[in-house]
């Protein structure tokens, strides 16, 4: 008793120390450039920020990010086992699914201490390692970004990025002993093989395609050959759109065209040609990426039907006036499809479950697909050659199990589930829905431990994006333990501007209805608090990227509801984000400031223009990649800047610089421990717990 009174004693005392540490970080100097827009004249003080190589702005960095180190360490309480539990879901010994090409076997496998995945391939019950990127950096700085195969699964194409970079460089081995066979190609950013698998269709992106937002070239290319050789094939007139194209395995057609986030226009030529070819669909409001299977093309579209619909058309009369609709839009969400040598199977949602259900080659629904055991369906595959169809079922306690079977007889077998050393027997997750501010139903992920208590005082952690047709999906939540072991509760909410509800709920987030996405979020903190899970002062916030304007968002409309926010990698300034690295892709999301409709929103909400001078947010950690080339870091250089200098402003501000790695991706194992055991920390002591 003695003991633990002394414990107490200890603890509240350093507690009381800690809270009279004054949060006094360097200065910022305030240099202010005046531009008028649509008659608006906007003031920017920190403007100076953007430029990342001026040395004033590498030593301002580095002092913030230094001072905010330390002001946590003199600040925080340390929990002793936090980074030792995510380290044991990070770092473990992995070893993927067997995946077999032509009639070759590969293995991805991580040991533990690894710091970086490699490639085995295994030759008569023998583990060969044909592919390991940290023979090409010992700092474990360069990651695999993508790996193809050609069919034989003789050769690959392993494309690696260091740091994080939008910049990949493309190698090419032999997969049976890993020896590389052709000279490298650097300055990619898409390799696909043609279907002779002797060509490849390869895109290019320098640094200076980045920095200058220059639209991306594709080129058909001579395996083998020095890039000089290449072919070009296509390309963008604005830099905001995205060039593709692709042959098919199984028919001689070849479909290329270009669009952006939800528009597309799409041509059909012979494979092998290099001819322009015919224009089939073009749409301003729409997207179609058909697969050609024999004479029969199979188009999924969202084309007046936000929810998607496949389409069918014949090779010899491909033109959009000839498709004929295959399996009509439902009032559920098409997600995906299959064809099999039988049949066809549509993978769709309802209320955020996936689910699968078969029809004939016709489109006649026969019957929903029987599972192995309950479930949500993660995705679903088919290998033609071998006839056999793959499914991944999830649940958010259980790592996701996959599943094979011939589509002949559905006689499931289990073929992979990954074994964590993570305890997740006392945890359970649901699906709710709560009511908007405008009475949209809005899905969410409530993860907690069995035991809690409805008494509105439980810790929570509540994330969300809402963007790019990127939705809430069931999944493991393993990776959350720690912080619900501790008594926390984890709440995912599926905004609009996602998928969760098709097009439309995507649309309802985006342009001119973005504020939607906000409102959604916070309508999901008061529920919590209706209903008990909590109270403001036990919610912190987190996002990234798109969920870091939010997070931005949600500081400077809504400081209320939150008791501190961690704001990732984000998107703050929306009146020149535009202008930085590859942020023009973004346009047809966000819109742009140059035009006078588009500047009105984007000004309403931007977080960086929406700073109210007297107002104290609540504690953030800011956090941005030295090396992101999506995300300038200028964003959250600038937001920190301002709020720290904003008068009344009396909640710690914090800038956390990742200087290693890029948007969150290119991290050793060790770079994502730290940084993962970094932000539990600080959201743990932001709830006291």
Known sequence: MKRTLLLTLITTATMAANAQVKFDPPKTKAIPVVDTLHGVQLTDNYRWLEDKKNEDVIEWTKKQHDYGVEYL?????VH???KEKIAAYLNMDYEGPLNTVGKRVFQTVKKKGDKQYKIYTIIDGKKILIWDPVALDPDGKISTSGTNYTYDGERAAISAQKSGAEVNTVYFIDTRTGKQIHAPVTNTSGFDWAQDQQHAYVTLRSQEDVDKQRPLKTYYLKVGDPIEKATFVGTTADAKNSYFIYDN?????????EGDFYSSSLRMRPTGSLKEGKLIFSSKKSQAYPEAIG??????TNDKAPNSKLMVADKAHPEFKNWKVLIPESSTVMEAYVVTKNSIIIQDKKDIESRLTIYDLNG????????????SIGGVSYDREEDKIYISLVTFTSTPKTYVASPKDYKWK??????????????????????????????AFVVHRKDIKMDGKNPVLLTAYGGFQS???PGYFGFYAPFIQAGGIVVNAGIRGGDEFGEQWHLDGMLAKKQNSFDDFYACAEWLIKEKYTTESKIVALGGSNGGLLMGAAATQRPDLFKAIVCEVPLLDMLRYHKFLIARYWIPEYGAAEDPEQFRWLLRYSPYQNIRMGVNVPPMLVTAGANDTRVDPMNAKKFVA???????????IILHMDFDSGHGSGQSTQQAIENWTFIFEYVMNQLGM
Do not use: C, H, W
């Not at 360490?73 to 309480?77: F, L, M, N, Y």
């Not at 006649?364 to 479930?375: D, H, N, Q």
């Open 295 to 300: 004479n029969r093309l199979y188009i999924k």
């Open 249 to 257: 395995r199984y028919s001689d057609v070849t479909f290329s065209g």
């Open 364 to 375: 006649k629904k026969l019957r929903a697909m029987p599972l192995p055991e309950k479930g």
């Open 80 to 82: 002793p086992d936090l």
């Open 642 to 652: 301002a709020l720290q200098n904003n008068p009344g402003q009396t909640s710690p």
């Open 471 to 473: 939705g809430i999906k």
């Open 414 to 443: 289990l073929f992979y589930q990954r074994q964590l050393p993570v305890d997740m027997s006392e945890i359970t997750g649901e699906i709710k829905f709560y009511i908007s501010k405008d009475g949209s139903r809005v899905p």
């Open 73 to 77: 360490k003199k600040t925080q309480k």
